[in-house]
Nanobody, 117 residues
């Protein structure tokens, strides 16, 4: 099963930027669609961005135009560039498989993103 380790979160002021990274284990990484999910306090986990094995991307309306997902298959890593951050982006961010295998990787501890107003 795919193991996932997220990093890059932190505290940032509104309007700022962060870049998250997700290191994945396994030789099959390149064939999986991958996604970034987030969970805010008291809310359900939601998918905010996804990227296919062919590098096609999809975004939740709430982050479209501000977040960019990318992947480096040689490094088994997925990235999330977050710009123009808003307080409502505050959440724990996780990566996992997306698409047909959504959520089937081992959930990591996530990385906390806190955006102050």
């Amino acid at each position: 099963q795919v193991q996932l380790v997220e990093s890059g979160g932190g505290l940032v002021q509104a309007g700022g930027s962060l870049r998250l990274s997700c290191a994945a284990s396994g030789s099959m990484f390149s064939i999986y669609a991958m996604g970034w999910y987030r969970q805010a306090p008291g809310k359900q986990r939601e998918l905010v961005a996804a990227i296919t094995s062919g590098h096609s991307t999809n975004y939740a309306d709430s982050v479209k135009g501000r977040f960019t997902i990318s992947r480096d298959n040689a490094k088994n890593t997925v990235y999330l560039q977050m710009n123009s951050l808003k307080p409502e982006d505050t959440a724990v961010y996780y990566c996992n498989l997306a698409g047909m295998a959504a959520g089937r990787g081992n959930w990591g501890q996530g990385t906390q993103v806190t955006v102050s107003s």
